[in-house]
Nanobody, 114 residues
Framework: QVQLVESGGGLVQPGGSLRLSCVAS????????MGWYRQAPGKQRELVAE???????NYQDSVKGRFTISRDNAKKTVYLQMNSLKPEDTAVYYC????????WGQGTQVTVSS
């Protein structure tokens, strides 16, 4: 059973930065396109960034230029560097494969507020 463990969230002021991490206990982590998702209160979970096994990335328009996704296959970890945070980035953040094939982890709360 694959387990995903997200960490790194917290309370930050607008304009601030956070770096999220997600460790996957998955045998075939390195061959999967991985994604960071977020779910704000009352809204559906959405994919905000993805990274292929080869390191190609893609972002939702709302986070382009502010968020950077990266991965370390040796550590089975995917990261999300979030800069210039806005209140609308407030959500619980999760990682998973692009097809959401694995059981969801507990997520990590990101709150952007002054």
């Amino acid at each position: 059973q694959v387990q995903l463990v997200e960490s790194g969230g917290g309370l930050v002021q607008p304009g601030g930065s956070l770096r999220l991490s997600c460790v996957a206990s998955a045998t075939f982590f390195s061959i999967n396109t991985m994604g960071w998702y977020r779910q704000a209160p009352g809204k559906q979970r959405e994919l905000v960034a993805e990274i292929t096994s080869g390191g190609n990335t893609n972002y939702q328009d709302s986070v382009k230029g502010r968020f950077t996704i990266s991965r370390d296959n040796a550590k089975k970890t995917v990261y999300l560097q979030m800069n210039s945070l806005k209140p609308e980035d407030t959500a619980v953040y999760y990682c998973n494969t692009k097809s959401a094939a694995w059981p969801w982890g507990q997520g990590t709360q990101v709150t952007v507020s002054s």
